[in-house]
């Protein structure tokens, strides 16, 4: 398409986030080739963002300095930027039940993807109010479709703006599982519960929302702040002391197959990079 870049609908294209290395990279030869007044620049790219944030989480921060840190990652349109994001905690739940043959002595068993699948039932998921969401993504257990399963695993997070409302969600989630697992016999093992990473928030008349904001006016664009509903290293950074902006790539559709850039938002993100370098000087 002249309008957008796709994958072959078989795979995610994998905008999400190499649009934005490649806003970066294309902004620096610009500031470098026109001359571009800018003040100290300091570029990262931080590996296995997708699978939490690690190499956020592992940089070496005593070889680099920032008053301010400009994230480009995700999709949205120039000018769009992204001023806070919630905690996160994922939760690894396993039930124990007990073996029996299914045919022949089912009632001896006590299923533990039974007790797994009413728990769940009985959850509160998806979009839980404007601050919190949950989700439960990977069930796993059993060993053959003729043998009462003995043990399941579950994989689920849950995210929100709200400290209280996060802590009250899992706590939801986790007696769900223990309820219905006592009612079937089965039992709920002790969670193991990992923050993924911590919620910030920028107000409008921080310095760097107020550079990025007169970057955009500059370049007509309408600016306009919004609510994230995932976790970037911009968490990471912020939870450092480092105030860090999402700012905008032009994608859209990320983690689907329906994955697309938009070419001309893509290349007003450049533009908008660019015209942050030189406003923050």
């Not at 026109?34 to 070496?60: K, R």
């Not at 001896?108 to 007790?115: D, E, K, P, T, V």
């Not at 509160?124 to 796993?140: C, M, P, Q, S, Y």
């Not at 893509?266 to 533009?271: E, L, P, Y």
Request: glycine share 10%; proline share 4%; aromatic share 6%.
């Amino acid at each position: 398409s002249d309008t957008y870049v796709t994958s072959g609908s078989d795979t995610i294209l994998g905008a999400d986030a190499k649009s934005g290395v490649t806003i970066i990279l294309h902004a620096l030869r610009e500031v470098i080739a026109a001359g571009i007044p800018h003040g100290e620049l300091q570029v990262v790219f931080c590996i296995s963002e997708e699978t939490g944030l690690l190499g956020a989480y592992h940089l070496d921060y005593s070889k680099v300095s920032p008053k301010y840190c400009f994230v480009f990652d995700g999709g949205r349109q120039p000018g769009v930027m992204t001023t806070c994001a919630p905690s996160a905690f994922k939760m690894t739940y396993r039930i124990k039940g007990l073996a029996s043959h299914a045919g022949v002595h089912p009632e001896r068993g006590i299923s533990a993807i039974q007790a797994a699948a009413q728990g769940i039932a009985r959850m509160k998921l998806g979009r839980i109010d404007f601050e919190t969401t949950a989700n439960v993504g990977v069930i796993e257990g059993g060993t053959a479709r003729n043998i009462i399963p003995d043990s399941c695993t579950l994989l689920a997070e849950a995210r929100s703006h709200d400290e209280d409302k996060l802590k009250r969600q899992m706590d939801h989630m986790a007696m769900c599982l223990r309820h219905a697992s006592l009612e079937g016999g089965a039992e709920l093992l002790e969670p193991e519960v990992h923050a993924s990473y911590r919620r910030f928030f920028l107000p409008d008349d921080a310095p760097i929302v107020q550079i990025a904001w007169r970057a955009a006016e500059a370049l007509g664009y309408e600016p306009r702040t919004e609510v994230g509903g995932g976790g970037s290293d911009a968490n990471v950074f912020n939870e450092r002391g480092i105030p860090a902006l999402i700012c905008p790539t032009g994608g859209e559709g990320a983690h689907t197959l329906q994955e697309r850039l938009d070419i001309d938002a893509f290349v007003g993100c450049a533009r908008f990079l660019v015209q942050t370098i030189s406003t923050a000087r």
